[in-house]
């Protein structure tokens, strides 16, 4: 894992430029400029919160070092839903699924969370995300609230204390 550069907005436009990836974010592809500014936003999130999402490397495979998506943590971004808290986070390219990635670095990013004063952190799941919610389970997460998002998607929210 580490900070994104700006350079990772590109690779991060690249490798979740699929409909499954995307599924449970806004179901498309977002825009180069969406990535360069949550590329960002993360950097001055490390600067100033010890913490952010980080870029993914592959550990192994074809293609060693190669970006694989994110995971970490960063202040919840949304006026609705747990606002004031702060949330952690995965996204992997589909390439790149059912390999325990995203489990194995979210744990990494909770140490890192826990080191920078963080008590306690949530994660805004899509019900449906079958996936997702499989790695809340993983990290031992416990399930405090069902809602809906301002487009009406259930999902739910889960907190962890550290």
Known sequence: MRVPTHEDA???HRVFDHPEV?????GASAEVSV????????R???????FCLWTMVAPDG??????IGFTGAQPWPHAWGPVGEVEIGWRLGRDHWGRGYATQAALAG???VRAAGVRHVVA???ARNARSLAVTERLGMERV???????GRRGHCFRLEL
């Open 44 to 50: 001055r999130h490390h600067a100033e919160l010890g």
């Open 35 to 42: 990535y360069e500014e949550l590329t960002a936003r993360q």
């Open 110 to 112: 909770l140490d890192e």
């Open 22 to 26: 995307m599924e449970f974010h806004g």
């Open 62 to 67: 074809p293609v060693t070092g190669e970006v």
């Open 124 to 126: 805004m799941v899509d």
């Open 10 to 12: 590109y690779h991060w």
């Open 145 to 151: 609230e069902t809602f809906a998002t301002p487009t």
